[in-house]
């Protein structure tokens, strides 16, 4: 079982930057996968970034050079640092962690508003 706690949201005006954290508990070392996905409102979830076990990272085409997916592995913590932020990334984002198993676990998600 994995654990995942978000935090790091919140309201930032247009151009802004934030940065969310991830933090994993439970076991840890059954993690393959890990990642961020946002929903707005009306619309699906979708996903923002990864970051796999070797650091190989992945990207909506959307966020791709304004998002930056990182981890400490001694802090067992995911990090989403944003910047040039806009109105249309608005959404709660949500930490994903993708076991070898395939089983997949979801944090309680973080609001996160740009203001225009």
């Known amino acids: 079982q994995v654990q995942l706690v978000e935090s790091g949201g919140g309201l930032v005006q247009a151009g802004g930057s934030l940065r969310l954290s991830c933090a994993a508990s439970g076991t840890i070392s059954s993690i393959n996968i890990m990642g961020w996905h946002r929903q707005a409102p009306g619309k699906k979830r979708e996903l923002v970034a990864t970051i796999t076990w070797t650091d190989n990272t992945n990207y909506a085409d959307a966020v791709k050079g304004r998002f930056a997916i990182s981890r400490d592995n001694a802090k067992n913590t995911v990090y989403l640092q944003m910047s040039s932020l806009k109105p249309e990334d608005t959404a709660v984002y949500y930490c994903?962690?993708?076991?070898?198993?395939?089983?997949?676990?979801w944090g309680q998600g973080t609001q996160v508003t740009v203001s225009s």
């Open positions: 994903n962690a993708v076991q070898w198993s395939g089983s997949s676990s």
